[in-house]
């Protein structure tokens, strides 16, 4: 007998299961963590635990975030990876107090990223990786607290001056795009880098001992840099979540 065409059911979220999974963070965060869960739909009970201040529901079967989801005000993390997310609400411009957004691995477009998105002024963190984004969203440019972005594993052609003059930023992910000229996004990587060359006071300012200790400093570590010549696995922490190294591997991510 043929399988129905509905997706899998899902697990059912009640308001006393959700408030069974709050975590306290290491610095006095209230973090609701329900991830891996199989949710297959946002479970709507959870809006009225609106004082969380950190919510995770990454690597479960979601499709749709609701508009709703601006109720979570005191919201500084939001991670929703390794979900079917093709879309994200427009209510998003409204949690101006998020500082990390992760919803990378999941099928977003460029048309899915709503331009409510350039009014999340205090914002630090976005991965947008693996997705299939064909061009970087221009309200990227108008985030200037960012320091991380991911972009990694998209269709990415270009990416925009305006991601290059973000002041504060510090690390960019754009690996695995295709580029038309590897060159090119050599460049845009190398003027990100020159930020962590930048003097914070002049040579001729310090005292000799000072300078010497700079110089001692600044030579280990270039010398550090000149042992790592062996091939290494990619290690991208917390601003590329999933830790994947190709597309193929997505649905494992799930």
Request: proline share 5%; net charge positive; aromatic share 4%.
């Amino acid at each position: 007998m043929a399988k129905s065409g509905k997706g899998p059911k899902g697990k059912k979220i009640t308001l006393k299961v959700a408030k069974n999974c709050i975590k306290i963070t290491f610095d006095g965060r209230k973090r609701l963590d329900l991830s891996k869960m199989g949710i297959t739909n946002f479970p709507k009970c959870i809006l009225r635990l609106s004082d969380i201040d950190e919510l995770d529901l990454s690597r479960n079967l979601i499709k749709k975030i609701p508009d709703s989801i601006s109720k979570f005000q005191n919201l500084r993390w939001l991670d929703l990876h390794s979900n079917y997310i093709d879309k994200l609400p427009e209510s998003i411009g409204q949690m101006t107090s998020l500082l990390y957004l992760n919803v990378s691995n999941n099928r977003l477009t460029t048309n899915g990223l709503p331009v409510e998105l350039n009014q999340l002024k205090n914002i630090r963190t976005v991965n947008l990786g693996l997705n299939h984004l064909d061009s970087v969203p221009t309200t990227l440019g108008a985030l200037k607290e960012l320091h991380e972005v991911g972009l990694h594993d998209n269709l990415l052609n270009s990416i925009p001056n305006s991601i290059s003059k973000l002041p504060k930023l510090k690390k960019l992910n754009i690996k695995r795009n295709p580029f038309p000229m590897a060159e090119e996004s050599d460049i845009f990587i190398d003027s990100i880098k020159r930020l962590e060359n930048l003097y914070l006071v002049e040579a001729k300012d310090l005292c000799g001992p000072c300078l010497r200790k700079c110089q001692q400093a600044r030579d280990k570590l270039n010398r550090i840099k000149s042992m790592a010549m062996t091939p290494r696995k990619a290690i991208f922490g917390s601003l590329v979540s999933p830790n994947s190294t190709a597309k193929e591997s997505q649905e494992d991510w799930r």
